[in-house]
């Protein structure tokens, strides 16, 4: 059987249908709960997924996380708190939109966009990954070394306002991924003689403590007020969508372009996709005077953007095992533990798999479309579900789950710790995405030095002597000096002026 | 909110790590000819360093804006103080103690004294936690098979 046949029996099996519809809802439920956000839907499906088969383990990954992107935008619509951060960016503008009687413009709006951003990201996804990936097989060590260099200084430079906490929360990561005998020469590095510490600090136990037991203690101390709807009871909210899509083609283009773009850029993911989008939106409006004051324009375009954005977060993460955003970095986790690694070669020797992820993406949005309706129509029963009460639960989730992935009670301590530092980073403003790029692709980074330089007998001109290493090379380089002539040429400014 | 520090005192701690990191990376063995174990943690240590005078030089402009160490109004909140505590000391007493209590006395405390904490009811949150250990339970020993730990209860394992 040729491996798209194969791929669609892999994905059109009950059980694989089953846990894609069950992802679905339970992705729903976790966006439109604010606190509970898509990276942290994520981190909690990894212990479940750890006990499937891989198709429909990265099948509920990708469905939970495009539905949480959406059913955020319904609380940011009907109470201006966004359900995820990927909603902040036009919370405001949906809630004003609610305000002036257009819940259901503004709610159908942020699901029909969602969709199609989402169907034009999975479309690039599906063109892109295998083109890049038959590119990525004559990559050495060389080019990897730089991708993932450039990859870690996105990271620095898009997910984060202050550079100095950017590259100390990446540097931090970098040295979480030091720890254990994992290292070219086996040599053990900051074990402290802890056995368990030997392979490393587990990735999964780490993960859930910064996206999940973070976000209990920050849900434990806020003194928020209890949740209040705008609105509880829709008319149609399909009414007048096929409007505004003849109304915004270009937005609607222009953010899942650049959606998918922002996501497939290290570090950076549907938050600051729809916010670049959003302020693209206004800067190529007729009508930039709106924005603010309940105009759905911006909330089509960025709407759109954030969808697309994970999709694209997953060509890096396919194509060369380096995460476009936080989600992909827990995924590529699953990928390893699924002994799917990611890189180019797994696009000849297992087209299959690739092609099922491909069809699931698609099914995930057009799946989005019903649920979504399901969701936004029943939306004033889920709130009823008391927070104080689903907080424990997840707590006792997340313990259970750190535990499960080595059976070892050392990893309930490394998912505290790592909560409690999430916690006290993100009130600090250092941002957290980075440290995970840092510890995911610490291991890689180091790989491919140590080999490039044995390689080249340790002469460092060879890091820039094939043709696209060299590129990339010169492009990190560049990307580096930016801060650099800015300040320069502030102070100059300033000089003068 | 939590409790949030002036970037002179993130940058001292952050180049506390660094220090930490390049003095343990010290002992690292070297391989004469190839860049050793040794290398990466050095870099990172100095990365840190480096940061840390980057972060007490741009906090030190505006040292007088911002308070050294502000700590938070659930400080004084004993309920939101008290919520932080059983998360900590739950997690913690959980992880050291588990394996010789068993799963069916800490999940169970773990979560009512939480459910407690954050203002539910205890005439709730008992039967709740009790639920809820008996529902992961069976999903994840009974249904996925992860051996969590019996404790007490070894002999009546099933």
């Avoid at chain 2, 904490?117 to 069976?138: E, K, Q």
Wanted: proline fraction near 6%; aromatic fraction near 10%.
């Amino acid at each position: 059987m040729d491996p798209v046949h194969t791929a669609f029996a892999l994905v059109f099996d009950p059980y694989v249908l089953v846990v894609i519809l069950a992802s679905a809802f339970y992705g729903l439920f976790i966006g439109a709960i604010p606190g509970l956000t898509a990276t942290m839907a994520t981190a909690l499906l990894v212990p479940v997924t750890f006990f499937m088969p891989p198709i429909p383990a990265v099948a509920a990954i990708v469905t939970a996380t495009a539905m949480a992107i959406f059913s955020g935008d319904i609380p940011g619509a009907l109470m201006r708190i966004p359900g995820t951060p990927a909603s902040a960016a036009y919370a405001d503008e949906a809630y004003a939109m609610t305000k002036k009687g257009q819940a259901e413009l503004v709610l159908g709006a942020g699901l029909v966009f969602s969709v199609i951003g989402g169907l034009i990201g999975t479309t690039i996804l599906v063109f892109a990954a295998p083109s890049l990936a038959e590119v990525a097989l004559k990559f050495s060590s060389f080019e990897y070394f730089w991708l993932v260099v450039l990859g870690l200084t996105c990271a620095i430079f898009i997910a984060s306002d202050n550079l100095a906490k950017g590259f100390a929360s990446l540097t931090l990561g970098l040295l979480v991924a030091t720890v254990g005998m994992e290292n070219p020469a086996a040599y053990p590095r900051y074990t402290f003689d802890r056995p368990e510490l030997a392979g490393g600090i587990t990735l999964i136990p780490m993960l859930v403590g910064l996206f999940a037991v973070s976000e209990i203690l920050r849900f434990a101390v806020s003194t928020a007020p209890t949740l209040k709807l705008e609105q509880d009871r829709f008319g149609s909210i399909f009414r007048g969508q096929w409007k505004l899509l003849k109304q915004y083609p270009m937005a609607t283009v222009r953010g899942s372009l650049l959606g998918t773009a922002v996501g497939a850029l290290p570090g950076a993911g549907a938050d600051i996709a729809a916010w670049i989008s959003y302020a693209v939106s206004k800067k190529f409006s007729k009508t930039p005077e709106k924005f603010g004051t309940g105009h759905v324009e911006g909330i089509v375009e960025s709407g759109a953007a954030n969808n697309s954005a994970l999709s694209g977060a997953w060509i890096p993460a396919l194509v060369f095992g380096i995460p476009g955003d936080s989600i992909t970095a827990i995924a590529i986790g699953v990928l390893y533990l699924k002994n799917m690694n990611p890189g180019p070669t797994i696009f000849m020797e297992n087209p299959q798999n690739i092609y099922a992820v491909f069809i699931v993406f698609f099914i995930a949005q057009l799946l989005m479309l019903p649920l979504g309706w399901i969701a936004i129509k029943t939306y004033k029963q889920v709130l009823k579900v008391p927070r104080n009460v689903l907080m424990p639960l997840i707590l006792l989730f997340c313990t259970v789950g750190a535990f499960a992935i080595n059976n070892s009670v050392f990893d309930i301590g490394v998912m505290l710790a790592f909560g409690v530092l999430g916690w006290l980073l993100e009130a600090n403003r250092f941002p957290v995405a980075p440290v995970i790029l840092g510890a995911v692709l610490g291991h890689m980074l180091e790989e491919n030095f140590i080999t490039s330089m044995i390689k080249a007998d340790g002469n460092v001109w060879s890091f820039f002597e094939r043709p696209i290493a060299g590129t990339l090379g010169v492009v990190t380089l560049l990307v580096w000096m930016v801060p650099i002539v800015l300040r320069l040429s502030r102070k100059g400014r300033v000089a003068h002026g | 909110m939590t409790v949030r520090v002036n970037d002179v005192v993130s940058g001292v701690l952050v180049g506390a790590l660094g220090i930490a990191a390049l003095t343990i990376a010290q002992s690292f063995p070297e391989i004469p000819g190839e860049p050793g174990p040794a290398l990466f943690p050095r870099l990172a240590g100095a990365g840190l360093l480096v940061v840390a005078v980057a972060l007490v030089l741009g906090g030190w402009g505006g040292r007088n804006a911002a308070p050294w160490v502000e700590w938070p109004e659930w400080f004084s909140h004993p309920r939101c103080f008290a919520a932080v505590v059983v998360i900590v000391a739950g997690l913690a007493i959980t992880a050291l103690y588990v394996e010789t209590l068993g799963f069916f006395i800490c999940a169970p405390l773990l979560v009512g004294a939480l459910l407690v904490a954050l203002s539910v009811r205890v005439a709730v949150a008992i039967p709740v936690a009790l639920i809820a250990t008996a529902v992961v339970h069976a999903i994840f020993y009974s249904g996925l098979r992860v051996a969590l730990p019996w404790g007490l209860f070894e002999r009546f394992a099933w």
